[in-house]
């Protein structure tokens, strides 16, 4: 069975993480300046109870990278094992994240994660196919 779905999040993922230091190139060096360790958050140089939505903002948008590719990964394993049922948790993971994200961002890539849900969805039912005598 092919794995493409988990390549796609997989590359999905690490295009995220890479955009992510490319857009947020500034807050990035900010927090590597204050030494990384608690460089976001109330306390960091910028002063006490300073919150920095610029620094949140890399950090957030970046994580969701590794996540994906963490996704891809799970989808690629259920795909190799016939894993029907851990494909369908994924799947409506990824849409239910993705439906929340578009609707609070709507001009985003959320949308792209519903569509990866659906294909993850699409990947279970053809592994149940599969198994069926």
């Known amino acids: 069975m092919a794995r493409r779905v988990g390549l796609l999040l997989m590359l999905t993922g690490v295009g995220h ?68 049922a851990l494909l369908r948790i994924l799947g409506w993971n990824l849409v239910a994240t993705g439906a929340a994200g578009a609707a609070i961002m709507p001009v985003s890539g959320f949308w792209l994660v519903i569509a990866f849900g659906a294909l993850v969805l699409r990947d279970a039912r053809r592994v149940l196919r599969w198994e069926a005598p």
């Open 17 to 84: 993480f890479l955009l992510g230091f490319a857009l947020f190139h500034a807050p990035f060096a900010a927090i590597a300046r204050d030494g990384v360790l608690g460089g976001i958050g109330p306390w960091h140089s910028a002063g006490l109870w300073t919150l920095d939505v610029g620094r949140e903002a890399a950090f957030w948008f970046t994580l969701y990278g590794p996540l994906l590719y963490f996704q891809g990964q799970v989808a690629s394993h259920a795909l190799g094992h016939g894993d029907a």
